[in-house]
């Protein structure tokens, strides 16, 4: 017997619909899924941009050890928000055709999905 705790393969429950066409809400979850890693890549990119600048060279443990001070913290806040705004601007031109709170709805679960820590 392992102490390993099992996840379920599956998850539970039917998932949400936002558009008629549900092709077009796996696609949504795809460029979601997407716009994830690039803003990781950010980040990736930040820290070594930062290391370079500090010290001239890194090693890989430093890149996988760097933590960011408050200052590049808040700058990776901003550019998040930032990056988020231009992703979202056509999903809230679009939201306009949904009611106001299922456009807050919807809007609210798509950051929720792609904020730091989701």
Same mark, same amino acid.
């Given at each position: 017997?392992?102490?390993?705790?099992?996840? @379920?393969?599956?998850?539970r429950g039917?998932?949400?619909?936002?558009?008629?066409? @549900?092709?077009?809400? +796996? $696609? $949504?979850?795809v460029? #979601?899924? $997407?716009?994830?890693?690039?803003?990781?890549?950010?980040? &990736?990119?930040?820290?070594m941009?930062? #290391?370079?600048?500090?010290?001239?060279?890194?090693?890989?443990?430093e #890149?996988?050890?760097? +933590? @960011?001070?408050?200052?590049? !913290?808040?700058? &990776?806040?901003?550019?998040?928000?930032?990056?988020?705004? &231009?992703?979202?601007?056509?999903?809230?031109?679009?939201?306009?055709?949904?009611?106001?709170?299922?456009?807050?709805?919807?809007? !609210?679960?798509?950051?929720?999905? #792609?904020? @730091?820590?989701?």
């Amino acid at each position: 017997m392992t102490d390993e705790l099992q996840l @379920p393969r599956h998850t539970r429950g039917k998932r949400p619909h936002f558009f008629e066409d @549900p092709a077009v809400d +796996q $696609m $949504m979850s795809v460029v #979601l899924a $997407m716009a994830a890693e690039v803003s990781v890549l950010y980040d &990736r990119v930040d820290a070594m941009q930062r #290391l370079m600048d500090e010290k001239g060279s890194l090693s890989r443990a430093e #890149l996988e050890a760097y +933590q @960011p001070d408050e200052a590049a !913290a808040a700058e &990776r806040q901003a550019r998040r928000e930032a990056y988020l705004q &231009r992703i979202f601007r056509v999903v809230r031109r679009e939201a306009g055709t949904f009611s106001t709170e299922e456009a807050e709805t919807y809007t !609210a679960e798509v950051e929720a999905e #792609l904020s @730091p820590g989701s």
